[in-house]
C-alpha cells in the first residue's frame, strides 16, 4: 500500500509541478510572488482532481497537506533565489524536499492503515475487464519522470558545462549555443532516448542499450570528433540521461 499511496501522490507531483506549469509561469514564478501564488492554486486542483478517483477523507487531507508543504518550499526557494540568484543548487534541493514529503506522507497513511482504492463506481465500470491499475500507475509515473522533468533536471545539471563560442564578427565577445539543429530536437530525442533505455531494461534486453547509445552518437559523429568540448559535454549528458532512466525504473519498480 505504500507504493500505491507513493505513486499517487508522486504523479500528482509531477503533474501539477511539471506538465500543468508552463516555461512561462516557472519563470515568472521566480521573479513575482504573485505568479507562485498561482502556481500553487494549479498545484493544489491538479492534485485534487487526480485523486478523484481514489477519493477518501485521508487521500484528500494527505493531498491538501502536500499541496500546502509544497507552497511553503516554493515560498522558501523564492526567498533563498532573491537573496542568492536562481542557483541550480536551489531546483535540486526544491525537488528533493518535495519527495521527501511525499514519501513521508506515504509512509504515515500506511502505517496508519488506510488504503488507496478505485472508486465503487469506476470499479464496477471496470469489472468486466482486468486491470491492474498498480502497473498501470506505475508506468504513468515512470513515463512522466522520463519526460519533461528529465529534461529539465539534465539541463540544470549540465547548463554549467554547455560549450559556447564567440562571435567573431562582433567588436563584443558574444556568447552563442554552439549547437546546432532544429528547436527541442534535442530534448525530444533524450525523452525517446530514456523511454527506449525503460522498456529495453523491462524486458531483460540490457544489451541493447548500446545500440541505442551508438545510433544516437552517430548523428553527432563528426560534431564530437571535432569538438572536444562539445564532445565532453555530450558525453556528460548522455550519460546523465542514461543513469537518470536506470534510476526512475528502478524507483518506480524495484524501490518497494
Known amino acids: 500500500m505504500l ?4 505513486l499517487v501522490f ?5 503533474l501539477g509541478d511539471f506538465y500543468f506549469q508552463s516555461d512561462k ?4 514564478k521566480v521573479e513575482k510572488y504573485k505568479f507562485l501564488l498561482l502556481h500553487s492554486l494549479l498545484y493544489l486542483v491538479v492534485y485534487v482532481t487526480f485523486i478523484l478517483p481514489f477519493w477518501s477523507f485521508p487521500l484528500f487531507l494527505g493531498a491538501i497537506i502536500l499541496a500546502a508543504s509544497h507552497y511553503i518550499i516554493d515560498s522558501l526557494k523564492y526567498i533563498l533565489s532573491k537573496k542568492y540568484g536562481d542557483h541550480k543548487a536551489l531546483f535540486f534541493i526544491d525537488q528533493l524536499l518535495h519527495i521527501a514529503c511525499i514519501f513521508t506522507a506515504s509512509v504515515y497513511l500506511t502505517q496508519a492503515g488506510y488504503e488507496v482504492k478505485l472508486l465503487p463506481l469506476i470499479t464496477n465500470a471496470l469489472s468486466p475487464v482486468i486491470i491492474n491499475y498498480e502497473s498501470i500507475l506505475m508506468w504513468i509515473g515512470l513515463i512522466l519522470l522520463l519526460l519533461k522533468p528529465a529534461n529539465i533536471t539534465i539541463m540544470q545539471f549540465t547548463r554549467k558545462y554547455r560549450p559556447m563560442k564567440t562571435n567573431s564578427g562582433s567588436n563584443d565577445n558574444v556568447n552563442e549555443d554552439i549547437s546546432t539543429g532544429y528547436d527541442n530536437a534535442g530534448a525530444l530525442i533524450g525523452s525517446l532516448e530514456r523511454l527506449l533505455i525503460a522498456l529495453l531494461i523491462s524486458v531483460g534486453q540490457y544489451a541493447a542499450i548500446g545500440l541505442v547509445l551508438t545510433a544516437k552518437s552517430v548523428a553527432r559523429y563528426n560534431k564530437i570528433a571535432e569538438d572536444k568540448q ?11 540521461s542514461t543513469l537518470y532512466a536506470i534510476l526512475a525504473y528502478f524507483v518506480i519498480f524495484r524501490l518497494f
Request: without cysteine; glycine residues 4%.
Open 3 to 6: 507504493k500505491l499511496f507513493f
Open 10 to 14: 508522486l504523479i500528482s507531483h509531477l
Open 25 to 28: 509561469l516557472a519563470h515568472m
Open 230 to 240: 562539445f564532445a565532453e559535454y555530450y558525453l556528460l549528458g548522455t550519460l546523465t
